[in-house]
């Protein structure tokens, strides 16, 4: 299987190749491209995709609304970072942990869905299904490194807009005073969630912290519940740490794949209303990793036909578990009981 990385010399395209690496993607071929040539990334063009199975994106919509649409055309599956293709009512928006079903055999193009509400889903998920879901507001506290390379390394200069700084404000603000990354936060938590109507209200604000999102979350369920319920819900949810005591900071969280749920309390007696703090790695869960996951289930499901011969000659464990929707988890790659071999 030959793999493309576009933006490849970004915080999310290196992320990419990285996790590739970390979980023996079987790649026979990795390309690197960018908007401009250097040592080792090539410069972008169609011609130059042309030789690839699969192709991941993570540079701006403006690539992806270019380069999309011929790799879909001779039948290439296109894993797209960007926000250029993530609310078209026909393209699936995956969260393995969360929606794995919604991939059909004909879908060939996978966005991933926006940092912040990827986080935000992983925790949500579980309340969801354990009891419902009537409103959800947030506040989030995001990482410099959702602005992108420039940023962190400004940042990590000591210098820049984000150093000793809270700037509540990401992206431009709308007409109704909502801001683009607030918007994108309501429409795709509700996609994802596939909960449409879900009334969700979202203030989101960079703080000076490298790359982990922290989000405090308000939500009201459907119907009476405790404590205890969500709680064993949110335990045995994949893809979840949850804390019944203590804290969890940015700090610690950097560099890892899960989302951590912690302080999760009610208000008062009332038995619908609930608070929980929130935090994950936006360049590996709420971007680079989320994307490898979906390219490990479309290995499973044999919808990567380039792939399937390095798949025929792996002895598939009987450990692994398909009805866990085809995802291989983090323990199945560091165990070896997964079925892309190394």
Same mark, same amino acid.
């Given at each position: 299987?030959?793999?493309?990385?576009? *933006?490849?010399?970004?915080?999310?395209?290196?992320?990419?190749?990285?996790?590739?690496?970390?979980?023996?993607?079987?790649?026979?071929?990795? *390309?690197?491209?960018?908007?401009?040539?250097?040592?080792?990334?090539? %410069?972008? &063009?169609?011609?130059?995709?042309?030789?690839?199975?699969?192709?991941?994106?993570?540079?701006?919509?403006?690539?992806?609304?270019?380069?999309?649409?011929?790799?879909?055309?001779?039948?290439?599956?296109?894993?797209? $970072?960007?926000? +250029?293709?993530?609310?078209?009512?026909?393209?699936?928006?995956?969260?393995?942990?969360?929606?794995?079903?919604? =991939?059909?055999?004909? #879908?060939?193009?996978?966005?991933?869905?926006?940092?912040? +509400?990827?986080?935000?889903?992983?925790?949500?998920?579980?309340?969801?299904?354990?009891?419902?879901?009537? /409103?959800?507001?947030?506040?989030?506290?995001?990482?410099?490194?959702?602005?992108?390379?420039?940023?962190?390394?400004?940042?990590?200069?000591?210098?820049?807009?984000?150093?000793?700084?809270?700037?509540?404000?990401?992206?431009?603000?709308?007409?109704?005073?909502?801001?683009?990354?607030?918007?994108?936060?309501?429409?795709?938590?509700?996609?994802?969630?596939?909960? @449409? $109507?879900?009334?969700?209200?979202?203030?989101?604000?960079?703080?000076?912290?490298?790359? +982990?999102? &922290?989000?405090?979350?308000?939500?009201?369920?459907?119907?009476?519940?405790?404590?205890?319920?969500? /709680?064993?819900?949110?335990?045995?949810?994949? *893809?979840?740490?949850? #804390?019944? %005591?203590?804290?969890?900071?940015?700090?610690?969280? %950097?560099?890892?794949?899960?989302? #951590?749920?912690?302080?999760?309390?009610?208000?008062?007696?009332?038995?619908? #209303?609930?608070?929980?703090?929130?935090?994950?790695?936006?360049?590996?869960?709420?971007?680079?990793? $989320?994307?490898?996951?979906?390219?490990?289930?479309?290995?499973?499901?044999?919808?990567? @036909?380039?792939? !399937?011969?390095? !798949?025929?000659?792996?002895?598939?464990?009987?450990?692994?578990?398909? +009805?866990?929707? *085809?995802?291989?988890?983090?323990?199945? =790659?560091?165990?070896?009981?997964? $079925?892309?071999?190394?």
């Amino acid at each position: 299987m030959n793999v493309a990385v576009v *933006g490849a010399t970004g915080a999310v395209g290196e992320t990419i190749v990285q996790v590739l690496r970390e979980r023996k993607i079987p790649v026979e071929r990795l *390309g690197l491209f960018a908007s401009r040539p250097r040592n080792g990334v090539q %410069e972008t &063009s169609a011609e130059a995709l042309e030789d690839y199975d699969t192709v991941f994106f993570a540079g701006s919509d403006e690539a992806s609304s270019e380069f999309v649409p011929p790799i879909l055309e001779r039948g290439g599956v296109v894993i797209d $970072n960007s926000s +250029a293709y993530r609310m078209r009512a026909d393209i699936p928006l995956v969260v393995p942990e969360i929606n794995a079903s919604a =991939i059909l055999p004909e #879908h060939r193009l996978f966005p991933v869905g926006n940092c912040t +509400a990827i986080i935000l889903c992983v925790a949500l998920a579980p309340v969801r299904d354990a009891a419902g879901l009537k /409103s959800v507001n947030v506040a989030t506290y995001q990482a410099v490194s959702g602005a992108g390379r420039a940023a962190i390394d400004e940042f990590d200069a000591g210098e820049g807009p984000f150093v000793r700084n809270v700037v509540p404000q990401i992206g431009e603000f709308g007409g109704d005073g909502y801001s683009g990354e607030e918007t994108k936060v309501r429409d795709e938590t509700r996609k994802i969630l596939d909960l @449409p $109507n879900l009334p969700l209200y979202a203030t989101t604000v960079r703080v000076p912290v490298r790359t +982990a999102h &922290s989000e405090a979350v308000f939500f009201e369920t459907e119907r009476d519940t405790t404590i205890e319920e969500l /709680s064993a819900a949110l335990k045995r949810a994949r *893809g979840v740490v949850f #804390h019944s %005591e203590g804290i969890v900071t940015a700090r610690e969280v %950097e560099g890892t794949d899960e989302v #951590h749920v912690a302080r999760l309390r009610s208000a008062g007696d009332d038995k619908r #209303h609930f608070q929980m703090w929130v935090v994950g790695d936006q360049l590996r869960k709420g971007a680079a990793t $989320n994307a490898v996951q979906i390219l490990e289930l479309l290995l499973a499901r044999g919808m990567i @036909p380039a792939a !399937l011969d390095s !798949l025929r000659s792996f002895a598939r464990p009987s450990s692994f578990d398909y +009805a866990r929707q *085809g995802r291989a988890t983090q323990d199945d =790659i560091r165990s070896g009981r997964h $079925n892309i071999p190394p």
